[in-house]
Nanobody
Framework: VQLVESGGGLVKPGGSLRLSCTTS????????MRWYRQAPGKERELVAA????????NYADSMKGRFFISRDNAKNTVYLQMNSLKPEDTAVYYC?????????WGQGTQVTVSS
């Protein structure tokens, strides 16, 4: 099983980034996919989630209207479009797959929002 995040980097406040999480080794279309983040000295927190078929999404309150999660089941990939980024969005962003019996994590990708 592999979950590989990409797309992180350094961006100025107000900018945008699109994270990708490309997966393999499990039945992607059967799993709810989530993005989490962890800032230095803080607990890991849920950013967004998307149902296995992609029809239902939910977001942490602080991300609503700025972040958008999507998935492509044909490509076994989940995305996180992040707009209007703020310095407080700086964190390592992790991809998570949760099924009926198993849960998998990616290694994370660093997002730094700074001028």
């Amino acid at each position: 099983v592999q979950l590989v995040e990409s797309g992180g980097g350094l961006v100025k406040p107000g900018g945008s980034l699109r994270l990708s999480c490309t997966t393999s080794g499990f039945t992607f279309s059967s799993y709810v996919m989530r993005w989490y983040r962890q800032a230095p000295g803080k607990e890991r927190e849920l950013v967004a989630a998307i149902a296995s078929a992609g029809g239902s999404t939910n977001y942490a309150d602080s991300m609503k209207g700025r972040f958008f999660i999507s998935r492509d089941n044909a490509k076994n990939t989940v995305y996180l479009q992040m707009n209007s980024l703020k310095p407080e969005d700086t964190a390592v962003y992790y991809c998570n797959a949760r099924g009926a019996w198993y849960e998998y994590w990616g290694q994370g990708t660093q997002v730094t929002v700074s001028s």
